[in-house]
């Protein structure tokens, strides 16, 4: 039988691995098993369902691990080809946090979709989410702002902060400014902003499936044909209300039905 070595104790100024930071004396820095996990994750909405609830209704073994936040119940599953998330963390209100993968095709409001399809509850279950539908950030569970100061703007928070104070954004309010303030600070949200925006309007306009947003929007606000460029102080003004004035509409459907697809009219 091998004989074990002994492994001296931590040296009397090595703080906690859990604990290191930046000059620590500690070598080591400890993340718990459901932080390595989360790490490829995205807050996607907050539920106002109870986790065990949740557990009970599609059979998952909830795990107990910790955070920064304290201790965490979690379930790790695949749903319609999405891998979700589930947790609550002590000291939140009650209520079930959903998280998902980054990136991949769906849009955030049908993965809730299928997720509240699969419970059996409708969308009035959701107290939060990302597109904005429910939105309340008195609500928003601590886990979610992980060392931001406040959470990260919802879909309809942007778009109405800055319709109200479009100079804010742009020096000159014209339909390009516009569009490239929107496009940027999509990219920027990682798809959140403008996520189902071009199919919507494409079933809208009922043809230009493959023309980019933008493009379809000059064409729904001239249906008689675009303006020769460059385009009148006049004509630009009218592209951007009716910029405006679709956005709202799609913000509109989207709040009224989350699980209803985005590429409806």
């Not at 718990?32 to 539920?47: D, G, I, K």
């Not at 998330?85 to 209520?95: I, K, N, R, S, Y």
């Not at 494409?202 to 000059?218: D, H």
């Amino acid at each position: 039988m091998t004989e074990l070595i002994d492994v001296p104790d931590a040296e009397a100024d090595w703080e906690p691995a859990t604990e290191t930071r930046a000059g620590g004396r500690n070598p080591a820095s400890q993340a718990s098993m459901f932080q390595s996990a989360a790490w490829p994750l995205r807050s996607l909405a907050l539920l106002s369902v109870d986790l065990e609830a949740v557990a009970r209704r599609l059979r998952l073994t909830l795990e107990t691990s910790w955070d920064g936040h304290g201790t965490v119940r979690a379930a790790f599953f695949v749903l319609d080809g999405t891998d979700f998330v589930v947790t609550h963390h002590e000291g939140d209100a009650p209520g079930t946090h959903v998280w998902t993968r980054k990136g991949g095709p769906v849009d955030s409001a049908t993965r809730v979709g299928s997720l509240l399809t699969a419970l059996g509850v409708g969308p009035d279950a959701v107290s939060y989410s990302v597109w904005g539908s429910g939105t309340d950030l008195t609500h928003v569970p601590a886990a979610w702002r992980r060392g931001l100061a406040r959470p990260v703007w919802s879909r309809q928070e942007f778009w109405e902060s800055f319709k109200s104070r479009p100079r804010m954004f742009v020096a000159r309010v014209s339909f390009e400014a516009v569009t490239g303030v929107l496009a940027g600070y999509d990219i920027a949200s990682g798809g959140a902003l403008l996520k189902g925006f071009q199919e919507w309007l494409a079933a809208r306009s009922g043809t230009g499936e493959n023309l980019v947003w933008w493009a379809l929007v000059a064409e729904l606000a001239f249906p008689d044909g675009r303006p020769a460029e460059p385009w009148s102080h006049g004509d630009d003004q009218h592209a951007v209300a009716e910029l405006i004035r679709l956005f709202d509409e799609f913000c509109e459907h989207l709040a009224g039905d989350p699980t209803a697809p985005q590429t409806g009219a």
